[in-house]
């Protein structure tokens, strides 16, 4: 069953998300009631992380050592396929943001598509960086200021549900596009077989040809293919067209 990880500041809007993807046949973590990995004490573990009234981020600090079980939890007991993420988790000036731990899983190795599901909006001063900073795939959906328009089920199913399919599509097309660029770079692309390699790169060509999403992909990879091929840019196009 596929695991999606919501993360949400508050406790009723992660009860109604919680249900709305549990009725769509998702397995959601945490659990909504007092199980091993219960909605309070993941999100405690989480504040004290991004709360700077705990003090540094040195190693072995307290904030350290939480950050620790959370990323435990969610490599080790969760392993989800996509995580749902809100904006402010921390309910003070002191604490960082959703976005801030959202860096730190992928600096971890924690690659599955993220949706930022929050009441701010995207563009807002010093938002727009912080969501620029986080590695792709990832999505923003604003919930509205009120917080239930956007939790309501027919309209989460189409601002939310709906995506999971795009962002897992967008995380396969990141994958093909770091694994060519790294046997570019090593030059190993001559033992490949011929039918995968060509999937592989007429995969990648694809992506950054026709999503302008894929950041990722766009410049590393088509500056070494062009590099590397005798072709040019149409015979490219043509070929990622035909795939």
């Known amino acids: 069953m596929t695991k999606i990880l919501v993360i949400d500041n508050q406790y009723t809007h992660f009860a109604l ?37 705990y003090g540094g981020l040195e190693p072995n600090s307290r904030r350290q050592a939480a950050y ?33 731990l959202a860096k730190a899983f992928r600096n971890d190795g924690i690659s599955v598509p993220i949706i930022f599901l929050s009441r ?25 200021y009120s917080g239930l328009p956007i939790l309501e089920e027919t309209f989460f199913k189409r601002e939310v549900t709906d995506k999971f399919e795009k962002l897992w599509a967008r995380s396969r097309f990141i994958e093909i596009a770091h694994k060519v660029k790294y046997l570019f ?11 995968q390699l ?28 062009y590099a590397k091929s005798d072709r040019n840019i149409e015979d490219w196009r043509a070929l990622s067209e035909a795939s």
């Open 185 to 195: 770079e090593l030059d190993e692309l001559r033992n490949l077989e011929e039918e």
């Open 17 to 53: 998300i919680h249900k709305h993807l549990s009725n769509s046949g998702y397995e959601v973590f945490p659990l909504d009631n007092d199980g091993a990995i219960d909605f309070k004490r993941f999100l405690d573990l989480i504040r004290v992380y991004l709360n700077d009234r």
């Open 68 to 100: 620790g079980k959370v990323l435990g939890i969610v490599q080790d007991t969760v392993k989800p396929d996509l995580i749902i993420l809100d904006l402010v988790l921390v309910g003070n000036h002191d604490g960082k943001k959703g976005t801030f």
């Open 120 to 144: 701010s909006e995207k563009y807002q001063q010093g938002t727009i960086s912080e969501y620029d900073d986080v590695a792709e795939p990832k999505e923003w959906v604003h919930k509205g």
């Open 198 to 225: 060509k999937t592989d790169i007429y995969s990648v060509l694809s992506a950054i040809l026709n999503d302008k999403d894929i950041s990722v992909a766009k410049f590393n990879v088509i500056e070494i293919i």
